[in-house]
């Protein structure tokens, strides 16, 4: 899956202007009924049942649209209403007469006896689609709103949400009360925040590719820019972006062609990090990896590193890189050893107990505000926290908002790790994740990630890719290679990133 993600606002804002240069509503409503009739038909099988719950606004007409268009094929369908048919307008109300005409059975939901027959009909249904509010929803479900969504829930169907899972703020993932929790959503011409944030995720199930109506893909563009968003420009990482991070090598390339990369960290206790960093580099094509590390575990870490150059770091040339990544495995010291790296000049990855003595010494931070060289940090929930006097349940409950602030008070690119990673530029541009698995929570992945960022960084130079790509493809790749499956430890993470780099599998 690849695409932006909108604000409700800049999804409006884009309707409008496709209607302006000539796309009827009529025109709009009709291919997202279209689209969702044959979402709901493609999960379901013969002459199986769907019920659609529709509310009063886009989104219910979505809903009858599609409706009628599920009736034509001869499949049944039964609609309940959220008000009466009388009340709708627009196009809403003219696709409910439409959908009326053809046959189709729409029944009010207004009082306790219709949401008792609307129970009924939950229970008949094979397949159950939520266009109740989409991006319309403004404030917590109440009254028969909340009691449908509640029924939807209890009813044990399959549920496909249009657009947004009724009951989610469609800018945060908020839930105030009762939510649908769809085992599909349909997004409507682009993804909404809401899909991703907070328990929106968990309500949204699995997200299918955006649905195209007819919005100009230079229109849906233009709102992010024309419309204030929580973040400026907003896609997923997709395969294409990746890809763009591995174009095809000269045949008379050699080693120096792409980078020298050095990672700096290990300590008594943590001497498998930074090797998991070096492979991570290895895995991505860096041409050089050395690894800077305290005297006392440099026999350890040298005789485990067959293919990185391993020195002492009192004594190690790093100055001389392309790129350097600090903090794997640094330990309780690395306040000490960071504040010289940073006075450096080259780009800089920050990971780990870097991350930590930055929260710990306002001076180390200041030097970091101060830097020229590119960085980029690659903070877990806690170490997230800890940057911003925060705590974890405060960062998940708002992971951009929590990325933006970091992109701002350090004025850096953020990784923000976990489920549906964030990676935000200086600029508070925003690219999501939609890859990744629960396997990757075990110690060490996130070692192999920053390596595959730092590496990709050092062969930037003379590759010519930018942050914009070598961040969020190294991203993309490590949840990708996560999902790949045949490994449970952290050190056969690089070999499963390879092996998809040379099949070409993204």
Known sequence: MAGRILTAAQMRWADRQAMAAGISGEALMAAAGKVVAHAAAERISGAQRVWIAAGPGNNGGDGLAAARLLHAEGIPVHVSLLGAVERLSGEARANADRALAAGVRIESVADEAALDRARKQAAWADLIVD???????????????????????????????????????????????????????LPIAAC????????????SGVILEPADIGI????????????????????????????????????AAHKKDFGHLWVLGGS????????????????????????????????VIAAACLEAM?????????????????????????????????????????????LNALARDEGLASGLRDRQA???????????????????????????AAALQLAERFACWVVLKGADSLVVSPERRAWLCPFGTPRLAVAGTGDVLAGMIGGLIAQGGARQMPLEVAVPAAVGLHALAGESGGWYRAGQLPDRVFSLIERGVF
């Open 131 to 185: 266009a109740l509010f989409g991006t319309g929803l403004s404030r917590a479900l109440a009254g028969e709103a909340a009691a449908l969504v509640a029924l939807i829930n209890d009813s044990g169907r399959p549920v496909l949400a249009v657009d947004v899972a009724s009951g989610i703020g469609s800018d945060d993932g908020a839930v105030a009360g009762e939510a649908v929790r769809a085992r599909w959503t």
């Open 192 to 203: 909404k925040w809401g899909q991703w944030l907070g328990r929106g995720r968990e309500c």
């Open 216 to 251: 100009p893909a230079d229109v849906l563009d233009q709102a992010m820019s024309a419309v204030p968003g929580l973040a400026g420009e907003a896609r997923l990482i997709g395969n294409g972006l990746i890809r763009r991070a591995f174009p095809p090598r000269p045949r």
């Open 268 to 299: 008594r206790g943590y001497t498998g990090a930074p090797r998991m960093a070096a492979m991570g580099a290895f895995a991505v094509g860096t041409g050089l990896v050395s690894i800077a590390c305290p005297e006392e575990v440099y026999p």
């Open 310 to 354: 391993v020195h002492p770091h009192d004594t190690a040339p790093w100055a001389q890189a392309d790129a350097v990544v600090a903090g794997p495995g640094w330990g309780p010291d690395a306040g000490g050893r960071l504040a010289p790296v940073l006075a450096a000049g080259m780009p800089l990855v920050l990971d780990a107990d870097a």
């Open 374 to 400: 590119p960085v980029v940090m690659t903070p877990h929930p806690g170490e997230a926290a800890r940057l911003l006097g925060s705590s974890s349940a405060a960062v998940q409950a708002n992971r951009l």
